[in-house]
């Protein structure tokens, strides 16, 4: 055990699939570690239990649950964390509104989320939720840079057995259409603060009268922070969408928008309200009293919206013009054409970091209203990482797929730490109130930053401090070292704030003797050269911002690897703890549609097998607990043996699943153990789990597949029953005999 009772590893409580599989694989952690005297606990940063944290007074003492995220977020800034976050839940503003009704119909007495607070208490209310809401929890958590890449066995098992990948044809229509000029990208400006410049800033807006009101003031800027400011237009954005749905039309392909509405939360959704808008203009404007009338608000979804409208008197005309409206428009990306749910439906049914590489992975195709393939305009509305999608696309249009038989590999050291960049700017980002003036004052008076802006513009500043560049700079250097691999900073020397962040990558090089290792490429010319590298059979190393790291984790691994979940994502914290992602992708909810349906969960643990192990290794380097270095040792080799073995989940009901996945993790783990000879005590211990696993294989496997192909019942979906959920996911009496009651 640590000082002050922290266990020594934190495993996180999250979501949908990631947290079935727990409901499998933590019993087996637990027995594990516990026999080497490593204590796991669990803290609880799900959407249902945040929500839960927030409302303390409304709440029985049972009911009632500590704030875990906040604990945690303490946590990470000390040298002890040692923290396995799985993926959770960002929410949309839709799923949000579900969890609320969920627990409120589980008797927890929480409001409902206010839509349009106007009393002070409604808007007190709406401010907890909207702390609650898209990505709240993985901003706090991340007080280090990110090092995501493939273990080598897990890219040599991808080499080996390559997944299938979509042809591309050199006629492909599929494309990505960005705004002409006018958006985040055109009007960015950005500065280093000197030491006299730093201090309280503030946000003001000036109308054209005069008037000035601070929209955020107490703004804490430090000595070195890199501060940008820019906007994009409405105006110019709602004539780019429906020109955009123009130009889908004349090509005959699909209509898809790709936005990241969770973590960019308070732009993406208004960008997004627009392209429903622009779809559905001439009914704007027909019904505009009716649609205010029943609290329409686009930002929300199509979904959102046509729920609504069923609740007019006219709601029948209304559809009706509508369904003339679409026979009009070209077709649309569906999220599930068998249910109608279009790319508009939800705001975080797409999100761009999944999305796209899910497009560019089938040779360019979408899927539309009524299931066939097609190709696609892919509508990325800012331009500033726009461009790395186009070259992919074109790349791959004059190339061919990328073949992951022969294919290297692309790393990522991402700049992350304390909240950089676009990820960190939804305190600072606000729809302009009126036509005027949007400013920085500094500190000191001093006016940083000012755009001339129009009512409903969407302005934004984003920082990112120091200290995190410097770190993510030396982390660099340190991937390319330990590597040897080819080392490029994805930095575009005509954008604002990458100009800022090569004044720092620059000097830092020359001063390390190390600049001829390393090369700065703007996104577009950085996408063709790692794919020309990775198609030669060579590695790269992407070393980029913090929207980048985020996008091309998902991309290179899921054409690599066939998907982003078996990577190795490590945030080495600042203050010298460690935060061990699992996987770079997310919680994959249609993975719980088909557990609910058929008993079946493909989600594949291999992010999780990657980050117990590196959990445990640190714990044995930065503690000198020599027992978690074996049974870290242990888990790598288990997670080779998942690998050399194919014991992975299949997709399909009837197929291995999950579970299998980890009742062979635990009989690989243990015979690791049984065999090693570091640790006499270990090895004697581990020995006859080893052999009642193994010789219990065909009852364990047979209990496993009896279960699958009838439904699930797991007592809710936000706030799922343990008990409930604990029977689905550990079916198997002999395992559970073996692995024992989970002990917390
Ligand atoms: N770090 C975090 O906390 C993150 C959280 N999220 C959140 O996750 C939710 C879903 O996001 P979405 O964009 O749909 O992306 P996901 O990564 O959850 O899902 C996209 C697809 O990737 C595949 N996939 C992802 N993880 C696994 C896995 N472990 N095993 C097998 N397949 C996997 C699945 O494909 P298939 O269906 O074909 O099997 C899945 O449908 C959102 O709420 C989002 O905010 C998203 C990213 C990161
Ligand atoms: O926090 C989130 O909402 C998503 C994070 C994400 O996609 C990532 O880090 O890759
Ligand atoms: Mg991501």
Known sequence: MAENNTPDILYTIVDEAPELASASFLPIIRKFASAAGVSVGT???????RIIAAFPENLTDAQRQSDDLAALGDLVKTPGANVIKLPNISASVPQLVAAIAELQGQGYDIPGYPEEPATDAEKAIRARYDAIKGSAVNPVLREGNSDRRAARAVK??????????GD???????????????????????????????GDARIEFEGKDGAVSVLRDGWTLGDGTVVDATFMSVRALSEFLAGAIEDTRADGTMFSLHMKATMMKVSDPIIFGYAVRAWLAPVFDKYADDLKAAGVNPNAGMGDVL?????????????????????????????DSDRGITNLHVPSDVIIDASMPAVIRAGGKGWD??????DTNCVIPDTCYAPVYDEAIRFFKANGALNPATA????????????????????????APADGTIRIVLANGETLHAHEVEAGDIWRACTVNKAPIENWIQLAMDRQRLTGSEAIFWLDADRAHDAQLIGYVKPALDAAGVAEQFRIMAPREATRQSLETIT?????????????????????????LGTSAKMLSIVKLMQGGGLFETGAGGSAPKHVQQLVEENHLRWDSMGEFCALGESLNFLADARGNAKAGVLGAAAEAATQGILDNGRSPGRKVGQPDNRDSHYWFARYWAEALADQDGDSDLAAEFAPVARALAENEAAILSELAAVQGAPAELGGYYHADPARTAAVMRPSATLNAIIGEDRA
Do not use: C
Request: proline share 5%; aromatic share 6%.
């Open 168 to 198: 591309w044809s050199a006629d492909s229509k599929t494309k990505v259409s960005s705004m002409p000029g006018n958006d985040f990208y055109a009007n960015e400006k950005s500065a280093t603060l000197a030491a006299a410049q730093a």
């Open 307 to 335: 729920a609504r409208i069923d609740t007019l008197p006219n709601a029948a005309a209304i559809k009706a013009d509508i369904a003339a409206l679409t026979a009009e428009r070209p077709s649309m990306y569906m999220v």
């Open 369 to 374: 209203e009524t299931g066939a393939k097609g």
């Open 408 to 431: 290297g590999a692309v790393a990522n050291v991402g700049l992350m730490a304390q909240k950089a960049e676009e990820y960190g700017s939804h305190p600072t980002t606000f729809e």
């Open 43 to 49: 803290r609880d940063i799900s959407l249902a239990g």
């Open 156 to 165: 040599n098992y991808a080499q080996k057995n390559p997944h299938s990948m």
């Open 536 to 560: 030669a059979g060579r590695d790269s190393i992407a070393i980029t911002g913090n929207v980048l790291r985020d996008y091309l984790t998902d991309l290179f691994p899921i054409l690599e």
